[in-house]
């Protein structure tokens, strides 16, 4: 019961800030000048001579695409690959009361037996009366194991290999301002999970008894509730952000075995120059916390780091490195632009978690830190592509994204 007080009481000043946010937040009608930044797309103009229509800040029609096609390494240890990130933003109301829906589609390949089709959407409806979520995901993934908790060294792990199918949906209507309440549909469904050593059991290996061999079927209904002041979920400004979900999976919707996990993340973002919000100069704060509470939640199903609903958290820590039946993340960040016009910017940020499982929780902490550069793909939407260089003991990796990771 104390790790639970604990664990509100890390929370509870975020809560305090986010009651307050009429009187200290920007409100969602603030729309950006972007006629003093430059991004990419400005300069391939410029160099091709292409004579850009002037935009309409009220145009909502407009759609906003941004692309990266790189090589990269992929998290969990299979190498390089090629990955392909496309994200389409725009506004469906008024943006004055309307915040950027968003639909990003990211595919990758190793060349080998690794790839993923990846589709993640949040699409918000005029005046944001509802906002609707999804994450589609076709994988085929061998990722190293570590078992449960952190007791185990960084060499001593496993290949699993799985082929993994996850659909998410979930609707919800605001109920007040900012705050929406909703239900959603969740399927993880694990096939061919198996130790990539054939002499090795994953079940000896982990120590854990359930969706370790062959199958695991996770099918659920969610319970959320969702607090957003933010009016941009890809680079966001000045806000707050809760997110509440109870999930509940029964035998009756095709589950193995009857399970619930609770998950609650919270952000908040603060201007250090209030006065010209066009100018990136932002500390943010990202926690969650994320528990299942039954002994029977399938192995791949339970709480590990990178694989929060976005697979952003953990940057410079190895996915899947600490898995555990409860997980708690706390990363702050500083973003700062380095140009006057937008274009170019930096980051530097710092991680820790802890899990459960061989040892106890909150006596052993997994910490990470980082830099990384920005730069401005898309003024409109306000995207960025990320460049980022993190590090932890005994790991270290470059990272590509479009977008902030929180």
Same mark, same amino acid.
């Given at each position: 019961m104390a790790k639970y007080t604990l664990i509100l009481l890390c929370f509870f000043p975020f809560t305090v800030l986010a009651q307050n946010t009429p009187?200290?937040?920007?409100?969602?009608?603030?729309?950006?000048?972007?006629?003093?930044?430059?991004?990419?797309?400005?300069?391939?103009?410029?160099i091709f001579h292409f004579n850009p229509r002037r935009i309409n800040p009220d145009d909502r029609k407009r759609i906003y695409f941004s692309v990266l096609p790189v090589g990269a390494s992929v998290p969990g240890g299979s190498g390089n690959a090629l990955v392909t990130s496309t994200t389409a933003a725009m506004y469906l109301g008024d943006r004055r009361t309307t915040n950027l829906s968003s639909a990003t589609f990211a595919p990758y390949w190793n060349f080998k037996s690794r790839f993923g089709?990846?589709?993640?959407?949040?699409?918000?409806?005029?005046?944001?009366k509802w906002v609707i979520q999804g994450d589609i995901r076709f994988l085929r993934y061998p990722q190293y194991t570590w078992g449960l908790g952190s007791s185990r060294s960084y060499g001593d792990r496993?290949?699993?290999?799985?082929?993994?199918?996850?659909?998410?949906?979930?609707?919800?209507?605001?109920?007040?301002?900012y705050l929406f309440a909703g239900l959603g549909y969740n399927l993880d469904y694990h096939t061919s999970v198996r130790s990539d050593d054939p002499n090795l059991s994953l079940q000896d290996f982990t120590k854990y008894n359930y969706g370790v061999n062959g199958?695991? /079927? !996770?099918?659920?209904? #969610? *319970?959320?509730?969702?607090?957003?002041?933010?009016?941009?979920?890809?680079?966001?400004?000045?806000?707050a952000y809760a997110n509440l979900i109870f999930r509940e999976n029964p035998t009756f919707l095709g589950s193995d075995n009857n399970w619930q996990s609770v998950f609650l993340d919270v952000r908040k973002y603060f201007s250090l120059n209030p006065a010209d919000l066009n100018?990136?100069?932002?500390?943010?704060?990202?926690?969650?916390?994320w528990s299942s509470l039954n002994n029977k939640t399938p192995y791949l199903d339970l709480p590990s780091i990178g694989w929060d609903p976005y697979n952003r958290s953990g940057r410079g820590i190895d996915q899947n490195r600490y898995r555990g039946k409860t997980l708690f993340y706390f990363e702050?960040?500083?973003?700062?632009?380095?140009?006057?016009?937008?274009?170019?910017?930096?980051?530097?940020?710092?991680?820790?978690?802890? /899990? !459960?499982?061989?040892? #106890? *929780?909150?006596?052993?902490?997994?910490?990470a830190a980082g830099t990384g550069l920005r730069i401005k793909f898309n003024k409109g939407s306000n995207t960025n592509i990320g460049v980022d260089y993190g590090f932890?003991?005994?790991?270290?990796?470059?990272?590509?994204s479009l977008g902030e990771a929180f």
């Open positions: 009187n200290m937040l920007p409100q969602n009608n603030i729309i950006r000048d972007t006629t003093r930044q430059t991004d990419l797309i400005d300069i391939y103009k410029g089709l990846p589709l993640r959407s949040s699409i918000w409806l005029p005046d944001n496993t290949l699993v290999d799985y082929n993994y199918i996850r659909f998410y949906q979930r609707a919800l209507k605001r109920i007040k301002p199958s695991s /079927v !996770s099918s659920g209904i #969610s *319970f959320n509730l969702l607090y957003d002041t933010r009016n941009n979920s890809i680079n966001p400004l000045p806000g100018q990136q100069n932002t500390l943010a704060f990202w926690s969650y916390f702050a960040e500083y973003r700062r632009d380095i140009t006057n016009n937008g274009l170019l910017g930096f980051v530097v940020f710092a991680n820790t978690n802890t /899990v !459960s499982g061989s040892d #106890s *929780f909150f006596t052993s902490w997994h910490p932890s003991k005994s790991f270290s990796t470059v990272s590509f």
